[in-house]
């Protein structure tokens, strides 16, 4: 620990550590978005938190910063500082050098992997995933792979949605969400110990939940199982397909194509009838649209028409919300009459607009044929 403590300091770090306590982990690259400080927004709480007479609890961070990330070296800083005040000295600890020995240590001796990124700015997570797989709790935001991975009863999770818009009161809120999983939920199913065992029965029964539901998903044969059955053999019978009968398949979609992307500019537009707002919808009475289309050469089976319902989000980018798909009344001489009639499952204010794709069902995916009209 040289360089971050003084002798003096190191002496009472390892005389207060204890391996009867309860033991929260943080250790990975202290890049600004993980929040590795957010746990010290409230001093004097984690203050109790920590020396509680019944229920300590003790903090273990490691980590590096980018050499060029200044704010990222100022995070570990900032934690050594704090870890060197006498109420936290040996139970809030700072340890150098992370690498992957230091990494096998901690995924192994820890109780709960802790984790507070920014959402939704995490990538994966694979630091909470090899804890899981050494029976260690996940205590983390619903981000990366912790949104998949959580399982009550099997770890613990703060909230997939952020409540404010403004990071510094989201933060608060995280903060203070963390305390109180800590206090009430953590350390008392921890310290549920049974005379007779000395062991918690509980916390046994949430590593094992952790080893059975958690772990087991995030393994290489999960991954490759993943990759054969959504990728490499749905394309290997799709490429069965479009080799048979000297490609035929291939010649199809290509002509099919060269016909749509050059009738695409003549598809008219005869009338669009864009729904009224209202305030009494109900499942007999939705939001109505028509649109009729001269659609040249081209027939409905070419195309699809769908409604898009959208909102500002909390991040202030608009973000489709609903989806309608329109349904062809009539088709006559060219003439395509397409309605749609649809009760927004959420309140708000919505925009409103019209789409036409085209469609085809030899298509992998409607975005392998880049063409949309915007109404």
Not at 129 to 154: C, I, Q, R, T
Not at 244 to 255: F, G, N, P, Q, V
Not at 267 to 295: F, R
Not at 332 to 351: C, H, L
């Amino acid at each position: 620990m040289g360089g971050h403590y003084s002798p003096r300091e190191v002496v009472t770090i390892k005389e207060t550590l204890r391996d009867d306590v309860l033991t929260i982990g943080f250790a990975r690259r202290f890049a600004t978005y993980k929040r590795a400080t957010l746990i010290f927004s409230d001093l004097d709480m984690l203050d109790s938190i920590v020396n509680n007479p019944d229920m300590p609890v003790q903090f273990i961070f490691a980590g590096k910063a980018h050499p060029a990330d200044k704010a990222g070296q100022d995070l570990i800083k900032q934690i050594v500082a704090i870890s060197k005040q006498e109420r936290f000295i040996g139970k809030i600890v700072f340890v150098p050098g992370y690498d992957i020995t230091l990494a096998k240590r901690m995924v192994q001796g820890v109780d709960v992997w802790m984790n507070n990124p920014t959402r939704p700015q995490e990538a994966s997570g694979t630091s909470g995933e090899k804890a899981a797989m050494n029976g260690v709790m996940h205590f983390s935001v619903l981000d990366g792979w912790w949104v998949e991975g959580y399982k009550p009863g099997a770890g613990w999770a703060l909230p997939l949605e952020k409540t404010y818009s403004d990071q510094n009161y989201q933060n608060e809120l995280d903060a203070a969400s963390e305390y109180n999983i800590i206090e009430n939920e953590i350390a008392p199913l921890y310290y549920d110990v049974d005379p007779k065992t000395g062991m918690s029965a509980k916390w046994i029964e949430y590593i094992k939940n952790t080893i059975a539901s958690v772990a087991s998903n995030f393994t290489t044969n999960r991954m490759l199982t993943d990759y054969m059955n959504q990728y490499y053999l749905p394309q290997a019978e799709r490429t069965v397909k479009m080799v048979a009968d000297d490609w035929s398949m291939a010649r199809e979609i290509a002509s099919w194509k060269k016909r749509v992307r050059r009738e695409w500019q003549n598809i008219g537009i005869v009338s669009h009838t864009l729904p009224d707002a209202s305030y009494s919808l109900s499942p007999d009475k939705g939001l109505h649209s028509e649109l009729v289309l001269n659609l040249g050469d081209l027939t409905p089976d070419d195309i699809g028409v769908e409604m898009i319902f959208a909102a500002t989000g909390k991040n202030g980018k608009m973000q489709i919300r609903e989806v309608s798909q329109f349904q062809l009344a009539e088709f006559n001489d060219g003439i395509a009459k397409y309605t749609t009639s649809v009760v927004p499952e959420r309140t708000g204010m919505y925009q409103v607009a019209t789409r036409i794709y085209p469609r085809n069902e030899m298509m992998p995916h409607r975005q392998d044929f880049l063409l949309v009209k915007w109404l």
